[in-house]
């Protein structure tokens, strides 16, 4: 018998090394953390995501830019995107880009309403938050996620359904200076948003200042410049 015919049984076979799945949203194909996974070697598959940018492994992580998370935090859309994310079991917040300088000094936020709104997503909402350095940094976080032993994330997520209540506070939060304990006291005092939109100037200062104010753009005409 040939030895050329006895190393075909006796050779071991050779292994294949699976490459780590990592699902990304669809709206994070232009995104250079994509290009930068595909370097690295994971295998990427991109969906529309209900909840999250990206799921790794049992992880489900939402990506902010710098830029993007103080927008989101004045915006108050950061707000609803952390409730839906504690759906999950296990949940992460990648704030990219970070440095002091830029957090704090590119904005006109106030240094600790940042810091406060940073410990109330760990604190209050359970959420750990990841600093990365840019976007290799990003990809490099999650391929690691990807390679734990852990069972995949579900993707059955939904949307958070807000009740009433929520709604209306989730309006009156999105002026400017209206945050949670002025839109409670609002909704207390007026009972719902038709009246308090309705409300005179002099009655809406007497319960939050010269907050107030903002809410005389409901009187103004819309010019489209």
Excluded: C, W
């Excluded at 006796?10 to 232009?30: F, G």
């Excluded at 200076?177 to 309705?198: D, R, S, T, Y």
């Amino acid at each position: 018998m040939s030895s050329q015919f006895l190393e075909i049984f006796s050779s071991r076979p050779k292994l294949i090394k699976v490459q780590p799945k990592i699902i990304a949203d669809y709206r994070e194909k232009n995104s250079l953390v994509i290009p930068k996974l595909v370097k690295l070697g994971s295998l990427l598959e991109i969906k529309n995501l209900k909840v999250g940018d990206y799921i790794a492994n049992s992880t489900v992580v939402e990506r902010k830019t710098i830029k993007d998370f103080l927008n989101s935090m004045k915006n108050k859309r950061l707000i609803k995107q952390i409730e839906e994310l504690k759906q999950y079991k296990n949940k992460l917040l990648i704030i990219e880009g970070f440095s002091e300088s830029n957090i704090y000094n590119e904005s006109a936020i106030n240094e600790n309403a940042i810091r406060g709104f940073l410990l109330s997503i760990s604190i209050k909402h359970n959420i750990p938050i990841i600093f990365t350095q840019d976007e290799l940094d990003t990809a490099k976080f999650l391929l690691i996620l990807a390679n734990k032993k852990e069972r995949v994330a579900s993707l059955n997520a939904k949307k958070k359904a807000l009740n009433n209540a929520e709604q209306m506070q989730f309006i009156l939060e999105s002026f400017p200076g209206i945050g949670p304990k002025k839109a409670k006291l609002l909704l207390k005092k007026f009972e719902n948003l038709n009246n308090i939109f309705n409300a005179s100037s002099e009655d809406l200062k007497k319960l939050i200042g010269k907050k107030a104010e903002i809410f005389n753009i409901l009187k103004k005409k819309y010019i489209n410049n």
